[in-house]
């Protein structure tokens, strides 16, 4: 009993790590997460029994189907794909993880987009047998415009292929050039076989030629972002806290989450769009007041003066660098919807805790992510298509560019008539200037 | 220089404000299910937490089966006193006895599947546009898949193959008329991480998720309660065990754990070293093997 008793304290204090698949339709990612539950023990007994007896029911036989423990739709069963983001939790005494399994199929992209847009860290499968395919591009292209910080190569099947370190070789050189093409940071290749388990919990005998980390080993010790700290601060107003009651009779907090930086009882602080200033007089979470408070807390903000403020405003620090403040705003967007982007068209737009509507100025290119280059003469832009557009907002909206802060930096678009989300937005100020160039 | 470093319970705690205000500021009428299981106790603290100082600015609604452990309604009242929120019940018996649904018979019966009604009935009546679950991903598969902002039809119904791409943390809850929203504040919390959140701050339980004498029956490998609401079969013998709940619904499908477990770190150790998940003794999954995504379809909680 003691020992569980220090379990459990260990246990309150753990750092969390988020982790998306991607690649191509059947290249194994569902196979792989199974495979991690399982062999990290994180699986549950009556669990198991349920996806033994789908298994046998689908036609497998006695052979366990581990990706039956994350396609839990009957459709997916029936169709053995995945098609929407399934959330998975575990833990291993150094960290907690929450792991988003996506599906590679192209006509779900957009579910994959919103699996990944959250990551740490993006495990992006290839079959080894297969090599890389324009999926698998157009993952790694989502992963580099959603800048998540750490990708990790995983060619799969590698039983498949003998485990020949000349396959897996050659494709780590042809991803190395796309890798720096897209810019992406912190790649690292490892070669598994999700289906047997080499490398993804224990290390396997029959890659003697690779000398790195397991799948689980790496994620226990890459880095998990929390630069956000370090940010300018910003805060998104989100809601207003008025208790009208007499204990409180003077209250009014400015509830919202920071989204960037830190912020501390005392600082002059800047209110935007209205450039009003002001002095935080006050930080309160739940019942408690703070000294100081930072990124991704929830918390409230009274402020010295009775100032004017409604949700969508944003309060910065007076001394450090204030967001745009503009209704002409550049951006990446990543289309989700069947209906085309429509070019001079109104969409509503939400960005932070603000909502507006804009217009489409302009569609500068979009991307082929076969050859990862410029179309120029053709400027429609479909579903799964990644384009570089302009807009003109209703509101002036308070940005940093995506590469600065990925929560004032992005927007979402919505159609006016389906309020269907049909375009994910990564601000840019100057494309020359971000990491990301094309 | 500061440590600026949130601990996993911290940030999920961030995470379920931020949605639970985000609900308050986008829809005009939201209600807060509250089931009387552990997960809606937490989810109600959190309310509590993200309005503070002023009260919840949304109703709690029960869905009572008629079912239920006399300590989760006593629990129940307190909470809603203590909390200062506003609750209204929404009553199985009552649509039974105006026809709106037919009872089950047999000896397996239960109310949980004739909850559905009640609950579209309940969110029509008060034109409530958000309804806010304790619902986790963690709990079972078809759940592991929903969204936090989950798109309801005018019929209620959730449709899993076709639903709205949610990006980092921007939340679209804008809809047309009828239709409505189910938002899960908790959706990343897992079981552990709920025990622990209880321990760290502190929050009062229903004494059934603490060791206790109760007369008891098996069935099917399942100990259940032996009261009134579930209807015992001559073989089925009752006995007195030391049980407690590992989740809490409607008697008649919640199955019992042995155990010894009294205080909030002994439950935690139990749960460490459990084999088994919470739903796995829970009868209204058993039904077939996607029972839990066929009653979100149809509008479950
Ligand atoms: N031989 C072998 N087969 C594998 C391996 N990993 C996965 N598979 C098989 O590949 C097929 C597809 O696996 P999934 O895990 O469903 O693929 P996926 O990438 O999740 O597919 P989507 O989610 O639909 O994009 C299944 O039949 C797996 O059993 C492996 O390492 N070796
Ligand atoms: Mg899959």
Partial sequence: MSTQTKDTTGYLDMELLRFST???VDDGKSTLIGRLLYDSKSIFEDQLQAVKDASKRLGGGDEVNLALLTDGLRAEREQGITIDVAYRYFATPK??????DTPGHIEYTRNMVTGASTADVAIILIDARNGIIEQSKRHSYIASLLQIPNVIVAVNKMDLVDFSETVFNDIKKEYEGIASILKLKNVIFIPISARDGDNVVDASDKTPWYKGDTLLHLLETLPVRKDETRLPARFPVQYIIRPHSDDFHDYRGYAGRISGGSFKVGDEVTILPSKTQSTIKAIDEGTKSLEEAFTPQSVSIRLTDNVDISRGDIIVKSSEPKPTVSGNVSLLVCWLNQRPLNEGGKYIIRHATEETRAIIKDVHYKVNINTLENILDDKTVKMNDIAHISIKTLKPLKYDSYGENRITGSLVLIDENTFETVG??????NLEDETFTI | MSNYKLTHLKELESESIFILREVAAQFEKPALLFSGGKDSIVMAYLAYKAFYPAAIPFPFVHIDTGHNFEETITYRDELVERLGAQLIVGSVEESIATGRVVEEKGFNASRNKLQTVTLLDTLEKYKFDAALGGARRDEEKARAKERFFSHRDEFGQWDPKNQRPELWNIFNGKKNLGEHFRV??????????????????????????????????????????????????????????????????????????????????????????????????????????????DRKKAGYF
């Fill in chain 1, 22 to 24: 991607a690649g191509s």
């Fill in chain 1, 95 to 100: 960290r907690k993880f929450i792991i988003a």
């Fill in chain 1, 424 to 429: 994910a937005g990564m601000i840019v100020h």
């Fill in chain 2, 184 to 293: 899960f504040p908790i959706s990343n919390l897992t079981e552990m991480d709920i025990w622990q959140y209880i321990l760290q701050e502190n929050i009062p339980l229903p004494s059934l998720y603490y060791t206790h004498e109760r007369e008891v029956f098996e069935r099917d490998g399942i100990i259940y309660a032996a009261l009134d609401a579930i209807p015992r079969r001559e073989s089925e013998k009752v006995e007195v065990k030391r049980v407690r709940c590992r989740t809490i619904g409607d008697i008649t499908c919640t199955g019992l754990t042995l155990s010894s477990a009294d205080s909030l770190e002994d439950i935690i150790g139990e749960i460490a070293s459990s084999r088994i998940t919470e739903r796995g003794g829970r009868s209204d999954d058993k039904r077939s093997e996607a029972a839990m995504e």
